[in-house]
T-cell receptor, first 114, second 111 residues
Framework: EPEVTQTPSHQVTQMGQEVILRCVPI?????FYWYRQILGQKVEFLVS????????KSEIFDDQFSVERPDGSNFTLKIRSTKLEDSAMYFC????????????FGSGTRLTVV | DAKTTQPNSMESNEEEPVHLPCNHS???????IHWYRQLPSQGPEYVIH???SNVNNRMASLAIAEDRKSSTLILHRATLRDAAVYYC????????????FGKGTHLIIQP
């Protein structure tokens, strides 16, 4: 079964540093998303991305965050200057097309900011 | 956004059916009801969705109340691998829309 692959599985970074989380979507999928889950809390929507631009973003997705699909395959989430409260699991998700209702999630990247 | 209410946790025995309820009394008329589950240390996994009619797939069945204010996810024969947090969420189906997850129901399966 096709998978969404995320790397790295775990990243430790110092406060104030930039991090890039990577996702390889399912090859024919067109819609891409990032979610995060702080330990013990709900899964929260961050951003959706379609046709090389952001479609929708939540209040969490402030100027510290950015997304891009630089080479047409990898889908990345960049956090410019990490804060302690950015520590969380970050999940990438993809969807085939408008009529495809089910999202496929990756296994996540655990980001620890120290 | 439509609010959903689910029990915090439920417990069942292996190989028995499990009925997971969800109240979504403020759901809009065009929103689908989606169910996802999250196994330990994994991302959410799509289970099933429906609009008005009951639905079946290889993973589960979804029973939707006639007034659409509630639904029940049915696992016909639970296995230990079904132990997870189960989320119901309304979804409009638009490509740009993100899913809204609540706290879900933590399903515990006893051997």
């Amino acid at each position: 079964e096709p998978e969404v692959t995320q790397t790295p599985s775990h990243q430790v970074t110092q406060m104030g540093q930039e991090v890039i989380l990577r996702c390889v979507p399912i090859s024919n999928h067109l819609y891409f998303y990032w979610y995060r889950q702080i330990l013990g809390q709900k899964v929260e929507f961050l951003v959706s991305f379609y046709n090389n631009e952001i479609s929708e973003k939540s209040e969490i997705f402030d100027d510290q965050f950015s997304v891009e699909r630089p080479d047409g395959s990898n889908f990345t989430l960049k956090i410019r200057s990490t804060k302690l409260e950015d520590s969380a699991m970050y999940f990438c998700a993809t969807k085939g097309d408008f009529s495809d209702y089910g999202y496929t999630f990756g296994s996540g990247t655990r980001l620890t900011v120290v | 956004d439509a609010k959903t209410t689910q029990p915090n946790s439920m417990e069942s025995n292996e190989e028995e059916p499990v009925h997971l309820p969800c109240n979504h009394s403020t759901i809009s008329g065009t929103d689908y009801i989606h169910w996802y589950r999250q196994l330990p240390s994994q991302g959410p996994e799509y289970v099933i969705h429906g609009l008005t009619s009951n639905v079946n797939n290889r993973m589960a069945s979804l029973a939707i109340a006639e007034d659409r204010k509630s639904s029940t996810l049915i696992l016909h024969r639970a296995t230990l691998r079904d132990a997870a947090v189960y989320y119901c969420t309304p979804y409009s189906g638009g490509g740009a829309d993100g899913l809204t997850f609540g706290k879900g129901t933590h399903l515990i399966i006893q051997p």
